[in-house]
């Protein structure tokens, strides 16, 4: 039986996404499970899978189409099956997988229109390239992104044919998985030559040059004492979608919604010696509890006390939200996505730890499922693990706060008279001034201080 491949809706907001890539080719045998194309969303790119297996009969879509939420994408079915019809195309009779592609004929023939993917010509624009000079490599000759990219890629000097680096110049073609990888071998995709479709990176090609950094001979300690000296790439670098939408929200925000910011510090002793104990207890589990799982936690019940800070400015009203959703901010490779814990205040510690960990994972790896993002009513960004003492988030719309949270850093501070020393965590909220204002502000970070403080409130 024929299975149709559709647009997946990834956030409550989300109307559309772009075919990034297809992973399988038409007469392609394909299994359940398999990961078959990525979609790129204004958020992040994800793998879609098979939800069933046999033959991958047609690609409704090609790679670079723009396709609304719900719409048909491709089709899976048994060789030689009758195809279901599609929506503004003829059924297909029963035929046998579709031969293989004839070469790339000219991108654009005389006096005709230029036959090119959105997303080229996008880029295109960008760069300011005339198609009509690109050959395309795609299906009919139709011009992809990477045409364009090789395209404005300086000719290479006169030497010996060899593969050249992915993307000396220009945006970077590679998997979620392969970026993930990357960022965590601190490998430079820009060093490496992909094997997937249209050079695309891809997993095999950053273990592989993994593999080759460490059979290199160890750098001393001596050699590490000053990094090294990157040259800066010249040209204009074609913004990601998910770069294009956080430029968009984040001068919506700071131009139209008045902030204001109120830092406290909390002390976290008696919250980290909690978390130890839970910590402790969970090991059978293979468990673990993070410090941000305690301040969504934390945060979760503070907006049930101060209700105001869980709303939207809706115009000429306030729309405050029966339940308590909270955003937390992932970084990716391509930018920061804001995951969501949906129903935070009503979830135990461990809830809201496997949940947090599922949802972080899903968003690095490409993998995300409809309802891991969007639809929050508060957001926490929290940049502790990098060190960082204190900053100012900006406001997360559509919400009315955002609170930034810091390492949890030993300080001497006095108590009865004494100098001691504490674990203590900057934590600033950004609010929306049209919605709250400084005195309910200061109120909600203090309550959200308290409860960390008297932190069993957070178990009980």
Known sequence: MATEITMPQMGFDMTEG?????????????????????????????QIEAFGGGVLRKIVAPAGAKVPVGDVIGIIADPGEALPPIKGQPAAASTTPAPAAQPAQAAAPAGGTVNATPVARRVAQELGVDLTK??????????????????????????????????????????????????????????????????????ADVEAAAARVSAQPKVTAAARVAPPVVAPVAGRKPLTRIRQTIAQRMTQSKTTVPHFYITVQVEMDAALKLREQINEALKPENLKVSVNDLIVRATALALRRFPNLNASFAGDAVESHEQVHIGVAVALPGGLVTVTVRDADTKSLKQIAVEAVALATRARDGKAQPGDMGGQTF?????????????????????????????????????DGQVVIRNIMHVTLSGDHRVTDGAEGAQFVNEVRRILENPWGLVL
């Open 379 to 415: 957001t926490i960004s929290n940049l502790g693990m990098y060190g960082v003492e204190s900053f100012v988030a900006i406001v997360n719309p559509p919400d009315a706060g955002i609170l930034a949270i810091g390492a949890s850093i030993p300080t001497p501070v006095v108590r």
């Open 134 to 203: 690109v050959k395309g490599s795609g299906p009919d000759g139709q011009i992809t992104k990477a045409d364009v990219e090789v395209y404005t890629s300086p000719a290479p000097a006169e030497q010996p044919p060899q593969p050249a680096p992915a993307q000396a110049t220009g945006r970077i073609i590679a998997t979620p998985n392969a970026r993930k990888i990357a960022a965590e071998q601190n490998i430079n995709l820009r060093e490496i030559s992909g094997s997937g479709p249209e050079g695309r990176i891809v997993r």
């Open 18 to 46: 772009v075919i990034a890539n297809w992973l399988k080719a038409e007469g392609e045998t394909v299994k359940k499970g398999d990961a078959i194309a990525e979609i790129e969303t204004d958020k992040t790119t994800i």
